[in-house]
């Protein structure tokens, strides 16, 4: 959930102009009676999470053939993009003086940052809201405090395995990267899947490659200032296939901004609130996209950070 | 690396009064050329991560037979110990209004913490020192910058997939937790594995239950203050094995403080800083060792954070 | 405002017997209508502050005899006590490398604190509210942000010179120290006045002398566990007064926990919610009280932290 | 000190270019002999702050006339232009739930920040060095730890009130804002005090306008590129007035770069290593200078921050 500071701004604007000229927006939120509760059960705070089990695990490990891992990750520093207002800051604690007659040192580090929200990124349920309201219908006010989210928090989530599956649409367009608001559609990611021969099951770990991930670390403005990603109608699809997650090489996973300028990241939403299907934000996917990694062991281990709602990963494909 | 602040106190008056007998340390460091250039060779920043190949997952993957998975790691919260001198704060940053048509609002949270070396955590070869002299005989005022190590960070790990043993040394000892300040001997680990009928082999993620992280959480201070570990004759018995890494349900994997107070955490010394062993601390180890799952495939990905080290991780056994 | 969790505990578990047994609070805060808009207008955001004039300055000044500087502040490092939750902790970054031919080096340092509301601590008018409102009846949702309150913050005080009176109650009381959950009386701040041969005046920084200040860092648990401290009667009387802030060497300037414990840290609402009277936390009182330094120039500088809910301080008395 | 990264590596190009061309430094450092013991004796920690005594106050309010108060510090928040790897970050901890009967709330906030070394910015004298060498011939080994300086913290400090004196260079030089490199020369300091008809006397808080400050938040990228300030020869010769403290609307008080590109920020280095005087950087004097307001009662208050390189503040001007 991203550039929401800049996207407040032109959303405003248009929200202005689009009253003036009694625009309505394209998409609208689907009511309560229609999503809670959730499919996962009353009360439920894992979502696509609970297609985690023994046979995920089985299923996945079919896929380990060579032994090849292949990182997913990026590296965290004080270069990377972040969204604005977030940060990521290293300060080594540097030993100050040996101990023992064995002179022992010893370093240590301060890490400060949104921790849950920057570099390679899962996003877990307590991350968006529609108005106060979260997942499953729980209320901001009953689970937000200063310190961390009553519920809905990221260690509920667990190490994820499942069959991992690269749709490779800038594969599919036959370009390095797609344009900077190109909007996926259902029928791109179609037709990359026939490419790739390959079809969706429930409870897959589902990784498109945009190649907006080449920006990562060279053009970190361009990179944050828009996105190519799915539309609003492409992951209404891939979410009806009942992944365990879905992930990309981008900030949004979504295109940003929308193309309809009334709605900011309905994506996540609609994955996130709605749906209970969690998100993974700036993988690096280019190695797996170069070696034509199409079906794979996806493996990824989300801190368990109380009440936070997300975590920084670094998450591995292994085939 | 633990208890430093205390070691440091206790230490320095043991000095003092050794002196004044004349004592002498019962373990010294070996010379620089008796360990550098390292076995992986001149200018290696990976250590034992080296083990980590295709035949080794291909190896650890063969012991995931039901797709159980059991989580390794602890829950980072404020209430968990810490060692003094470090903290784990995470302040929720709270969406303030609700943006676009679809009225989204967006939580994340700060978090601000030794994050390398909180919860169950992952050592690096930056995290102690022989004096000024870091593995592989790099030099702190070489790779010490005030934001990160130039050589040797976590970043460099990668994640870990290997054959995990689990040697369960209170079990064999029979009882629920060892000693405050009970050295593990080598007969103790040979013994413990011949109970279980299991030999190590090369590249091996050794874990070792104490029993010890019973405590975590319920008694904090006493969970801090000593802890039952192997010793300096265990740990150089354990490195000639060629492990990937040792880990324990303790603070210091080793026993602490140990028994000869002249010398301050020498197995840490031992494993990182002369062999270049991971130490994996903190783990949570009752569900392994209650299951009796001695043998599985153990996964570990610590964080990509440039120059630390060490990361906080939630590492699994798959079987 | 203190001790609240503890407090939280405690009142819930009276709360609930009270309402068994029909019991009301001692204490309730004002209606709306009898409160806002402040004396100090529709909109005001400064409140006692607006005490601050040309007129104040001269008037402390006056009071500048031999030109003797007593601090009033405390020592920030991580050994001070601090409220449940609350943390203060500063990392070196060490220079790495020297630069230029002139060999030049450079330290700095990373704070990461509740650094408005640790040590001795000047309270601004977000810190406190009643229900969801604050000072002037603006509504926290309106005035909230992650990143900082839209209105309100402590950027808004400026420095403040006035004419500080001491009131020694502890002196009053021939005691080094109030009892633990001493309640000063309206009764106690006359006697002591008195005893002073001193009255207040409009606009007079009022600093009350408990003796509490004795236990910072000496006993911090019990520092924190309770304090004595002006009770309702008393704030009020001290509020009509008209200070520019009410000043006390304990964590709370209130009684605490109140004697009633129906109600939580009263006094706080009192002041800062209902009347606009600053709060100055945590002084060091010892030198001025041993001196009977009761009547000189007080001179206060909150940091501009924009949209803060207070300013950590290091207060003076000039004499 | 600042802008050092960039400095560094326009340094060391230079460095490289001159060894070739066998050029040498304009400047170098005094032998240790020549500054050790410290004009204040050996051990001395305080500096030029030594100068503030009974008298110095006394001296100091003399200036105060019409209780007029000028702020000379900045406001912190997220949009302040900072050295490259600092950074200034609040977030808000909103209250979660009112408590008691009066149902009470409670705001509060973490910072994290370099927070001696950010906004208006009071240097200490652990801040630069001479190699491993700080003021008064302390060794860096010797006083730095991860947490904190041993020696030279700013908690040595405390308040510091003296006659202030504002050289207005930029207003005799009949400039709204001085060029971008200008080093403000001897006869620059003489001619706008000739103008002012001010004489400087020892024990001053001596404060330059540039007229820099201008670009504060308007173009804080070019405010932290270059700045004009005093060179070598003025900061000798102000020095050698032996004042409280220098202070500036700049950055680093002196010309950045130094015009000599083979040494860096020199003048830190002659006022904080070799002489013990405090800098003050960052001022908000633009109000001063308008009202020509030469001459005051200068009043700050340093946080009492242990073993801090130096100190965010909020000082004023009385008159």
Known sequence: MKRIVYGIVAAAALIAAASALAQTPSWAPPPESARCPSKWGTGDERGSANHMKPETVLNAVRFVRTGEVIELGRILDASIPVFPGRSFKLTTKRTAGF????RLGANEEVVDAEIGQVGTQFDGFAHVTHGDVLYNCLRLDDVATATGFTKLGIQNVGALIARGVLIDVAGYKGVEMLPDTYEITVADLEG????????????DAVVINTGWGKLWGSDNARYTRTNPGIGIRAGEWLIAKDPM???????TIEVFPNPDPLVIVPVHQLAITFHGVHLLENMKLDELA????????FIVQPLKLQGATGSTVAPIAVR
Do not use: C, M, T, V
Request: net charge positive; glycine share 10%.
């Open 192 to 203: 990359a899947l026939q490419r790739q021969n390959l079809s969706l099951q429930p409870g």
């Open 290 to 297: 170069a070696k034509r990694a199409y079906e794979f062991a």
């Open 99 to 102: 101990f023992g007659s064995n």
């Open 245 to 251: 997650l879905i992930g990309s090489d981008n900030w």
